[in-house]
């Protein structure tokens, strides 16, 4: 079983970045594959990321797709978003999950998730 936490989510500009974390406990980080989705108020959860347990296979959504990158550190137990060139319609929850397996783009896919942390984008 693995515990996560979301940190880093605030209000930003249009335009502007941010970094999420996701902080991960226990010592088997590194055999689940991490993605991160988003949820906007009266929406459904949406993929937004994923990672392979080795670090060498990402997916990204559309929408998201050369603006945002994800990436882990196994060291650290810990697996990341950064988020450039934000835009308002980016504004909602942002939440890391875990999988035992290979990574997945449906919310049905993953065992584990954290509380959340909250991105605003203003415009």
């Known amino acids: 079983q693995v515990q996560l936490v979301e940190s880093g989510g605030g209000l930003v500009q249009a335009g502007g970045s941010l970094r999420l974390s996701c902080a991960a406990s226990?010592?088997?980080?590194?055999?689940?594959?991490m993605g991160w989705f988003r949820q906007a108020p009266g929406k459904e959860r949406e993929f937004v990321a994923a990672?392979?347990?080795?670090?060498?296979?990402?997916y990204y959504a559309d929408s998201v797709k050369g603006r945002f990158t994800i990436a882990r550190d196994d060291a650290k137990n810990t697996v990341y978003l950064q988020m450039n060139s934000l835009k308002p319609e980016d504004t909602a929850i942002y939440y890391c999950?875990?999988?035992?397996?290979?990574?997945?783009?449906?919310?049905?896919?993953?065992?584990?998730w954290g509380r959340g942390t909250q991105v605003t984008v203003s415009s």
């Open positions: 999950a875990a999988r035992n397996g290979a990574p997945g783009t449906a919310v049905a896919n993953y065992n584990y």
């Open positions: 226990g010592r088997t980080f590194s055999t689940y594959a």
């Open positions: 990672i392979s347990r080795s670090g060498g296979t990402t």
